[in-house]
């Protein structure tokens, strides 16, 4: 989001730098490159990015199982590899919430807003990998539906993994 900010802001400052006097037209090239430095730098490291895939696949992994215990070890995985990214602590926090419970219910609303901020990181990340695909389940959080990532393009849905594991589509693919 930070990224496109900064773009966004670019491009209003090169339409007004057409209509100022040249001394100006400095001040505002100034401006563009402090801008463009720190869009640079809101990007998320490549091999960061691929390492919250691999993690974020092993956390889903986890609750195709229901293994109140191999989610919080995977979530605290992957909590590791999001708090290594500017930005991302929000995320981080997220994922340290669902290491944290008992209840696997409570994991999954968990994982429903954890999965939206990493499906949004992978989308703005440029980065070369096998296909990563997003599915999508309706009935997911209470019928107002969830997204997940994975691997394969099969659906195997995390929240309903025990009676609807086919249960959902392929939205779309990434990569």
Known sequence: MKIIKG??????LAAVACNQPAKQQQ???K????AADSAKTTAVPVADTAGVVK????????FLKSDVA????????????????????????VAHQIATVDDIKVQRNEFLVLSKDVIAL????????????????PMADGGKGGYWLSSAKNIENPYFPEHMKECGSVKE???
């Open 70 to 93: 191999g989610v919080k070890i995977a979530a605290t995985a992957l909590e590791a590899r999001l708090a290594g990214i500017k930005g991302c602590t929000e995320t981080a926090t």
């Open 122 to 137: 992978i989308k703005g990340a440029k980065f070369k990998s096998d296909p990563i695909y997003v599915d999508f389940c």
């Open 31 to 34: 401006a563009d490159s402090v």
């Open 27 to 29: 001040e505002t090239a």
């Open 173 to 175: 693919q990434i990569n």
């Open 7 to 12: 773009f966004c802001f670019l491009a209003v």
């Open 55 to 62: 993690a974020y696949i092993a956390l889903k992994d986890e």
